[in-house]
């Protein structure tokens, strides 16, 4: 499998990943792997599941006040 493992927009990582089921999204607290404040995303899906995703990675980052870059 194949991980990513960002900072987490808010301090509890278990919170925002409870959050991220709201949008369908399926992350593991870093916490959880001794990396508290990050969540761990797997990308070992078909590349359409990652595409589709999208919409609800930036509905997500939206209701952490997570403004998109450039």
Known sequence: AFYLLPRSPIA???????AAKEF?????????FGCPGHFRIAYCVPHDTI???AESFRLLAE????????
């Open 51 to 53: 595409v589709r995703s």
């Open 12 to 18: 509890d990582d278990r919170e925002f990943c409870a």
């Open 24 to 32: 369908r999204l399926l992350l593991v607290p870093g916490s959880a």
């Open 63 to 70: 209701k952490f006040g997570v403004k998109k870059n450039g």
